[in-house]
């Protein structure tokens, strides 16, 4: 097309002698017609006048020719012109449109690195609000992968230049790890989350929405039972999976929120963050649907089937080396009721039931048996979001016999019996008055029995980590805590209940920190801190704390850095 315009432009001059030489030949063609000595006798033009009539027609006709000939040429140049620009026009919306495309891909990865950012400032606003599981509620439901997690990790020494010891007092919390965090923890931990959405426009537009995640926790022991200095191996740092299960939502048009699904995965697990205390944790292997609006709205249902989970990590991600605790699991059939209004805030209330068979199991090479039990256990934790600048947490819960422990497994087989109970309340709130001072405190009441020899304990802690904010990204934090205990139930070196030494005493921890964090806030991570801590207790929880360092001491010293984040 562009080669035909070049053509035309060279033959349009020609074409008057194009004409002139056809006239000639025309002329030559009437003047041999002519000519007695070449024509035949017949020709009918035998004079002068007849041949200038003859040639005049000839230049008529053949001037006619050419102005049809520049006609025709003329409208050839006018359509190839068109066609020319409508291929430029057409060439140039082609190229517009893949800049727009390759603009709003650009735009599109702009949004997605701000929404990562967003997410992962929101996810910590979250948790200063009280949310457990903060990246489980900030779904961008427009991006296919999400990488979320939670990590720890730091060096630090006792007084001596030894290996850091935790201060913790004995048989308080689930699983007995509670105790106050801030510059009290010696190891590594981490949880890597991977969540896959199954981005279908056909889906968005229906309101579908599937998912699948997984969380690999890891841990190891700084400094105690691995040395950080070499690389490191499976027998110092342990691995293991606690979330693999798939996600469908909004396939039930009556019920766009319910939410089914199967698989393993963190479940109903409220917590205390300054002290490490699982109010509850029925995560497990299971099945079940959740959110599910009833009452026109007003609260959404959860309703599920769990199976413990079974590994070498405790639920605080500490690695197990009481040898006599062992994880058997049990069947839980639990009903949750969540988001309502009361009391100004929102409630979450829930019953398990619970049953785990008997068996024997091996315990320091002695096989110790252990009932069939059942049981019950009833919760309510209620938040308020808005509060001083922070929120407010309060729960109270009961557990009988298998259910005691609001655990989805049993962890001390024979003391976690029918007749075991437990209650327990707690109050937990993070505040902010104002940009440059805030604070998180909690106070927790435990009574418990597990119908054995002195089976009766009590537990109460009270604990604060106030900060204060020097500018956007410097702080210094403070924390101190109490821990009491009055029981006389604790083992001693035989498996099973074993002789009672008792557990009555008080311990006291204070830990000053400097600490760089992104902004103001209490829960924004990551945080880079320095601690000094020291902890004394009395003399019932000699031999009990800080071991083995602070064997028959009532004081021990913890000095090192840290860091912690979660995205």
Known sequence: MNQARPFLRIFRPLTPWLCVGISFLGSAALTWATDPASAPVTNNYNNANDLDAIRQEFSAQFAKMQAMYESRIDQLETRIATLESQEH???????????????????????????????????????????????????????GFEFHGYMRSGAGMDGDGGAQEVFQAPLVGNVWKSRYRLGNENDTYGELIFVNNFIDKAHKEDGVRFKVQSLVAFSADNGRFNNNSSSSSSKDMAFTAREAFAEATGVWKAKPTATFWAGQRYYLKPNIHINKLQIADMSGYGGGIKDVEILDGWAKLGVAWMGGSIDDLNPDGSIDRNIAERNISKNNIIIDVSQFDVLGGK?????????????????????????????????????????????????????????????????????????????????????????????????????????????????????????????????????????????????????????????????????????????????????????????????????????????????????????????
């Open 347 to 567: 409630g979450l209330a829930w019953l398990t039931l619970a049953g785990a068979k008997g068996g024997n199991v091996n315990i320091l090479s002695k096989n110790v048996n252990y009932p069939n039990t059942s049981g019950f256990a009833l919760g309510f934790v209620h938040t308020i979001k808005e509060f001083y600048g922070g929120f407010n947490q309060a729960s109270i819960q009961y557990g009988k016999g298998a259910a005691s422990n609001f655990d989805s497994v049993i962890h001390f087989p024979g003391r976690e019996n029918n007749s075991a109970w437990l209650f327990r309340v707690s109050e937990y709130f993070v505040i902010q008055p104002i940009q440059e001072f805030s604070m998180g405190a909690t106070v927790v009441y435990q009574y418990s029995n597990n119908d054995q020899v002195n089976g009766d304990f009590h537990w109460i802690s009270a604990g604060l980590r106030p900060v204060y904010h020097f500018n956007k990204y410097f702080s210094i934090a403070f924390e101190g805590g109490i821990d009491h205990t009055h029981t006389k139930q604790f083992y001693g070196s035989q498996p099973g209940p074993g002789p009672l030494t008792g557990a009555n005493g008080t311990l006291y921890k204070a830990t000053i920190a400097p600490q760089i964090t992104p902004g103001w806030d209490f829960a924004l991570r990551p945080s880079l801190r320095l601690f000094l801590t020291y902890a004394w207790w009395t003399d019932g929880f000699v031999n009990k704390v800080g071991l083995p360092n602070y064997k028959g001491e009532d004081n021990g010293l913890a000095v090192g850095t840290q860091f912690e984040a979660w995205w």
């Open 89 to 143: 026009t057409e060439l140039v919306a082609q190229r517009a449109e893949d800049a727009a495309q390759s603009a709003q891909q650009s735009a599109d990865k702009a949004q997605e690195a701000y929404s990562s950012t967003v997410a992962s400032l929101a996810e910590s606003v979250m948790y200063s609000q009280g949310d457990w599981d903060p990246w489980a509620n900030y779904d961008d439901l427009n991006k």
